[in-house]
C-alpha cells in the first residue's frame, strides 16, 4: 500500500500503454491523463486523438521530474501494457 506521500507523487510509469515504448522519467514523449494512464506521443497524438482510450480524459504531456527529486522519489517499474495496443482500445 502507499503511503500519502508517495500517493501525491506522480507514478512515472515507464511504458506506453499501447505499444510498450520505453519511456522513462525524463522522457519529454510521455504522454498522461488524470489518472496517469501513459501513453507515447505517438500513440497519444495518432490513434488516440489526444484522448485516454480507459477513461476518456485529455492526454498531455507528462511533467519531467527534476533529478533531486527522482533521486528521493523514483519513477515506478509497473508496467501497464495492453497487447492488443491503440487499436483495440478506440
Known amino acids: 500500500m502507499r503511503t500519502l506521500r508517495e500517493a501525491l507523487v506522480l507514478q512515472l510509469r ?3 500503454e499501447c505499444c510498450d515504448k520505453d519511456l522513462p ?8 491523463c488524470s489518472f496517469e494512464c501513459t501513453f507515447c506521443a505517438a500513440c497519444a497524438e495518432g490513434g488516440l486523438a489526444g484522448t485516454c482510450p480507459n477513461c476518456g480524459g485529455e492526454l498531455l504531456a507528462r511533467p519531467r521530474r527534476p ?3 527522482l533521486a528521493r522519489h523514483p519513477a515506478s517499474t509497473s508496467r501497464v501494457f495492453r497487447p492488443g495496443g491503440c487499436r483495440s482500445l478506440t
Open 67 to 69: 533529478p533531486a527529486a
Open 25 to 32: 522519467a525524463d522522457s519529454a514523449d510521455a504522454r498522461i
Open 14 to 16: 515507464p511504458g506506453c
